[in-house]
């Protein structure tokens, strides 16, 4: 299996200019990451949003490459989204699912059938041009620049070690402090989006 920090500082190096929605692994992101504003970290959606959240904004940026650390209890939750993604054909999305076989941030319980589902073998049938599949590192950092030259969208699955959380939400250190609002805010700047609706209204994030 590959350590989540290990595969972030693999990717790293190629990120470039890329929107990277780092979900899962944003406490590892976050700790290497040089351009926060580019970031949108855990939370931004909520479980089971990741991959339709990446796709729209794939889809609102095309000249800029996404990066998606998704899991696949997230996916799971939306496995609808893999047909919609690839029906989109986001030749710049970069779609990475992190498979550890359990919910670990909810205290480990096991994914049906952890050890039979193949994530690179349904999005391939979902119609995604190339997928690939790892279980250990060395591999993966060896194709990483390939993978990332390919036109998207691009699907990866990769067995990761988990790092599961038994403590209560509410009792857990707060790593990440910046609000969903903030990080859209930053990362419209960084983009030179304009921050105003169409017909001149303000454009308003409604929180859940």
Known sequence: MIDVSDMVRAIFPYRGDAIVISGRASRHWAEISERPSLDLGLGDPGMGGHASFALGLA??????????????????????????????EPRNLYHFVMDNECYATTGGQPVPNAKRIQYDVIAQACGYPSTFTYGEIESLSRDLEHILS?????????????????????????????TLEENLRDLQSELGVSQRAPHGRNMRVVKA
Request: proline share 12%.
């Open 59 to 88: 889809m609102a940026q095309p000249d800029v490459p996404v990066i998606l650390f998704d899991s696949e209890g997230d996916l799971l939750m939306n496995l609808g989204a893999l047909p919609t993604i690839a029906e989109q």
């Open 150 to 178: 390919l036109p998207g969208p691009v699907f990866v699955a990769m067995k990761v070690t988990p790092e599961i959380e038994n403590l209560p939400i509410g009792q857990r250190l707060r790593w990440q402090t910046r």
